[in-house]
């Protein structure tokens, strides 16, 4: 069953364009979602949880238009974005109060068995919590009203390598039963090799692809080749630099010989990143 559906959806800035962005979340699964500073990541989370309008599309969470049954999927729906102060003066207690009466399944026995796993203490006040600190705030929060789909906006960033590592077992684990559902945006990749199954990629409100995450990778080649070899290829790769060997460049790997004698390897996806912010800089 499909956890997140998200259907054409269009959406025009003065200066931005999102156009027809489509994918598609399994129910149990880790998305990662990527692309570079302004492609529209957030854009798109804010589009999904009906907190901007849509100009066209539409996006279904497990079955149900969110436009039309916002109040019933909210319940179902756990989010956070990594950059919000909220209420920070207050104490975890006082704002869990206020926050626990939106949600009919909220369950305190849950809530309370996530605080000691995730050592957060109840009087302390939000401003006094790590930034992971907050990240696991609001996932008890999500989790202890029955969330089954999860919209995180960069919830690693600002993390040290141990607290990261941390909430990406997290994640993993609250997957594992297959109810729950996570989609994360983040600039750092070697998060979503640790623990995303699939990778949609966005640039310039276009999506690139969006693919389980070995066929994502394994649908482009690196090309290491001599000065000499660049012409074979120039004009299908994404885009190039030239080095004192030669040449790198990436290409989708329909588009390479492999009858060539240049050297092609399968990219990570900071590569494949980085080749198509290249692209950018290179034609416009
Ligand atoms: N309310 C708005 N009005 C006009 N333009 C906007 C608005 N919100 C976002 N934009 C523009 O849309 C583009 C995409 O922004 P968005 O925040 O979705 O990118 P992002 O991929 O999340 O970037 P980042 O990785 O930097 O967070 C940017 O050029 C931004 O300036």
Redesign the pocket.
Known sequence: MLSLDVKQVSKK????ELKEVSFQLEKGYIMGFI?A????????IKLILNMIRIDSGEVQILGKNIAEHELELKQIIGCAFGDVEFYSRSKIKTLTDVIKRFYKNWNDDTYYSYLRRFKLDENKKISQLSTGMKVKYNLALALSHGAKLLILDEPTSGLDPVARDNLLEIFQELVSEGEISILF?T?ITTDLEKCADFITF?ENGRIVKSAEKEEFVASYRLLNGKENQLNEVKDKLISYKKNSFGFTGLIHAEDFDPGLEINAVIPSLEEIMIYFAKKEAMYV
């Open positions: 800035y003065d200066t931005f692309g500073n302004g492609a529209g990541k957030t854009t798109t945006s600039h966005i």
